[in-house]
């Protein structure tokens, strides 16, 4: 899941720089040392050698800024990997620790039966958050394998976002007026797997993000005319700064120092959402909501409205994707 990158290229690029750091040498020598000492210059061999010298110096600084480049990647992904590891050890640490502390109590107390019940509810959540990120690291991990020609069919784009919607709500145990939507018919060319990997990510970010006191999320779907359909997920949560929005869709990104992050996750939720929208051919941005509070994402993805749902030939519907995380 971590980039594994080689070692060859720093390597490599190591050596010959200081070959070529050698070479310079000898040519100040050359050019400098030998004419002092023999009392006599040669034009012909300076005037060879300085654009030489001059070439070779040039690429002393790309190998600098080449290895300054790849310091700065080296850092970022040490960066990227201790905010997974403090990530997924919060994730594992906490439903662990509740479960066993459920467990304990039922073992050694006398409860009611509606205590009870609220225990087993209790403790079902907790599998359910650790189900779900099992799941996502394996969405991660499998996103190197494309989608073989015949797993691709038509997708009604409205039913499955209607769906995840409601799953979102019933996951956050908020009411389903919460979520807006404004939904044309429409029809893109994938598998319905990933398109609601993308849009159950997307949504469920923007539930969880949304202002806790007074949550509101408008879920938008069109067709723009030019064989591309328009998806727009916002909502009124307290945004993403200007600096982090290109990072954002990394692995393992999120804001802030994640052992102080009251919302659970990985930083996976984006990485995927991008990954497949890039590989369907679409496009995704976050828009500039101004004045207004909360984050916009803006997907682009190819595909065509309809007139109503059951015209598409071979409407695919997904079912059993694995959970979200932002």
């Known amino acids: 899941m971590f980039e594994r990158r080689s070692l060859k290229l720093p390597i490599t690029l190591g050596v010959v ?6 070479v310079l040498i000898v040519g100040w020598v050359i050019l400098t040392v030998l004419p002092a000492v023999s009392g006599e210059g040669s034009p012909g061999l300076y005037w060879t050698l300085l654009p030489v ?15 300054l480049i790849l310091s700065v990647k080296a850092v970022n992904l040490t960066q990227r990997q201790s905010n997974f590891i403090d990530s997924v050890t919060h994730e594992l640490k906490s439903p ?15 409860l009611t039966p509606e205590e009870q019940q609220d225990f087993y ?22 996103l190197d394998r494309s989608p073989e020609e015949g797993e691709c069919g038509d997708v009604l ?38 398109v609601e990997l993308i849009f159950r990510n997307l949504i469920d970010n923007a539930v969880k993000y949304a202002n806790d006191r007074d949550p509101r999320v408008r879920v938008t779907l069109a067709a723009d005319g ?48 991008r990954t497949l929208i890039t590989r369907l ?21 190819p595909g065509r409205g309809v007139e109503s749902e059951n015209e598409s030939e071979s409407p695919a519907v997904a079912s059993g994707a694995s959970g979200s995380d932002g």
Request: positive net charge; contains cysteine; glycine residues 8%.
């Open 281 to 301: 051919g679409g496009k995704i941005r976050i828009q500039d909501n101004g004045a207004r509070p909360g984050t916009t994402f803006e997907v682009i993805l």
């Open 157 to 194: 784009l409205a039913e499955i976002l209607r769906r995840i919607a409601e799953e979102v709500c019933l996951r956050y145990q908020v009411a389903s007026e919460v979520v807006d939507l404004q939904l044309s018919p429409c029809v893109v060319r994938a598998r319905a797997v990933d």
């Open 121 to 142: 509810r209790y403790m079902l959540e907790d599998i359910e958050r650790l189900d779900t990120l099992i799941n996502h690291l394996l969405d991660a991990a499998r």
């Open 226 to 273: 030019h064989d591309r359909v328009r998806v727009e997920v916002s909502d009124n949560g307290r945004g993403i700064p200007q600096k982090l929005r290109r990072k954002i869709f990394g692995r393992f990104v999120r804001v802030g120092s994640e052992l102080e992050r009251e919302k659970p996750g990985t930083g996976l939720g984006l990485y995927i959402a």
């Open 53 to 67: 010298g001059a070439s070779l110096l040039a690429f002393v600084l790309v190998g600098v800024v080449m290895y």
């Open 17 to 22: 720089m200081i070959v070529v750091v050698v």
């Open 96 to 110: 662990i620790a509740s479960l066993k502390l459920y467990l304990q109590t039922l073992n050694r107390r006398q």
